[in-house]
């Protein structure tokens, strides 16, 4: 996915409306095994989450990235 595709997508969308909606399509135990961040598996919850991808790029990256695929017309 290019990076324009990649901003359309994420354009005027919150991290907490990303991750709440990839939650919900995948649910936590699908969503750790996607992306492998400890914060998925281990206790998960929203607010740790957030708090964690804030503060990490490159899963942030990832996140996102997943998102749009999610968001991506087939």
């Not at 961040?37 to 990235?65: G, H």
Request: glycine share 2%; charged share 30%.
């Amino acid at each position: 996915m290019t990076d324009k595709k990649r901003r359309q997508h994420l354009n005027g969308v919150t991290l907490e409306t990303i991750l709440n909606e990839l939650v919900a399509y995948y649910g936590w135990h699908e969503l750790s095994e996607l992306v492998k961040i400890r914060c998925f598996y281990n206790d998960p919850s929203i607010k740790s989450s957030l708090m964690f991808l804030r503060k990490t790029p490159w899963a942030r990256t990832e996140v996102e990235m997943l998102y749009c695929s999610l968001k991506e017309p087939d």
